[in-house]
């Protein structure tokens, strides 16, 4: 099984209010340029040469990178692993941060899925979350990326907003699939403690946002998604035949990732994971002293990420794969909590396969917990 390199590129034009991910605002070039060539130099001393066949630019915003700048990064790549000819090569992109010049040398170097941020087509709600840019910049982007001949878009929604009604979100639900992306990834809003939104929450200004509601959006979504052709395959993620995230698939099946740059996760494939320095300015001076920035390794348990991990995918987990990975039934090992969770209708056995039913998917933290 081939492996999937994932790069962060941690710097934005502003800030998020939601958003707890390791950014930077971008200030200039230069330093975009100090952190290129820190990466670089981290990807070309990395120990291991293996076959990869995903490659993922995350952030952040990747798409503030010049084409220049990309062309350093894949370089490095190509020098350290094995690439297949045929590799997904996604790069997050954020509305208007894309002109027809840039989409086109991006894909001159390979980049062939995009991935960016809609979030809401309500430009108040937009406002609201501190995005810099509004739905009329959504449509424009997709309208950009198929003229420059992408044929893999992929773009994220969030459900369960401050202020949103579920009127507000089948609206948006329409207005994205009215796009025809290839893709969607639909989240329910996740508020994290340090940041802006947190606050204005616990100061009152904005409501927090209501559980039942955010249920019911999650369903209404599953209605609507699947009149249009589209196939969930994962919790959040959902996709028209055959274009599954073949990355983030790698996460839900164990297969090796290796991330490179700031605050970038790393799973080896077999037993560890391992992450990098937060700090972008800290992790370039780590990188400057010693050619690496972990700072974090662990020993994971494989069989427990096995399940919970397969089970956020639709079609669950192979019985057989997990008795000849782990030398035990799946049924004798949690016999008990499988005859629970089977009982309140949040789990089922079909094909010889394991897999969460469409309640399952509601309370899947419910049945993780179970595993862990
Ligand atoms: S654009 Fe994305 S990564 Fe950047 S601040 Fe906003 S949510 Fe965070």
């Known amino acids: 099984m081939s492996s999937g390199v994932y790069l962060h590129i941690p710097f934005c034009r502003s800030r998020c209010s939601y958003c707890d991910f390791a950014t930077d605002v971008y200030k200039n070039a230069g330093i975009v340029d100090s952190y290129v ?18 490659i993922y630019f995350g952030g952040g915003t990747p798409s503030l990178l010049s084409p220049v700048q990309l062309e350093k990064i894949l370089e490095s790549i190509h020098k350290k692993f094995s690439v297949a000819a045929d590799s997904e090569i996604t790069m997050e992109m954020n509305p208007a941060t894309v002109t027809p010049e840039t989409l086109k040398a991006y894909k001159s170097l390979g980049v062939n899925r995009a991935s960016f941020g809609a979030q809401t087509f309500d430009d108040t709600e937009l406002k609201r979350l501190g995005r810099r840019h509004t739905a ?53 809003l996740e508020i994290h403690e340090a940041t802006p939104l947190a606050e204005q929450i616990r100061s009152g200004r904005q409501p927090l ?13 599953l209605e609507k998604i699947v009149l249009e052709n589209y196939r969930q395959y994962e919790i959040s993620n959902f996709c028209q035949p055959n274009y599954e995230s073949k990355h983030n698939s790698k996460y839900w099946t164990l297969d090796a990732v290796f991330g490179f740059g700031c605050s970038a996760h790393s799973f080896d494939g077999a037993t560890a994971r391992y992450a990098n320095e937060r700090d972008t300015a800290k992790y370039v001076s780590l ?9 974090y390794r662990e020993e994971i348990n494989v069989e427990s990420e096995f399940i ?36 309140l209708g949040l789990i089922e056995f079909a094909e010889n396969r394991l897999r969460l039913t469409g309640k399952g998917f509601l309370f899947s933290n419910e049945v993780f917990a179970a595993f862990v």
Not at 37 to 54: G, M, W, Y
Not at 287 to 295: G, P, T
């Open 287 to 295: 990188i400057k002293e010693k050619s690496s920035a972990v700072v």
């Open 136 to 188: 009329a910049d959504v449509r424009e982007t997709i309208e950009l990326l198929r003229e420059a001949d992408y044929a893999n878009v992929s773009f994220d929604l969030i459900a369960g907003l401050p202020r949103q009604t579920l009127k507000d979100w089948e609206r948006n639900l329409d207005e994205a699939l009215k796009l025809q992306p290839e893709h969607l990834s639909l989240y329910l």
């Open 37 to 54: 060539s820190a990466l670089a130099r981290e990807i070309e001393n990395f120990p291991l040469s293996k076959a990869v066949d995903t």
């Open 308 to 343: 919970f991990l397969g089970l956020r995918l639709t079609k669950g987990i192979d019985l057989d794969e997990y008795k000849k990975r782990f030398g035990i039934k799946v049924i004798e090992k949690y016999a008990a909590d499988l005859q629970r969770l089977e009982s």
């Open 209 to 221: 946002p209501d559980e039942e509601l955010a249920a019911a959006m999650y369903e209404l979504m």
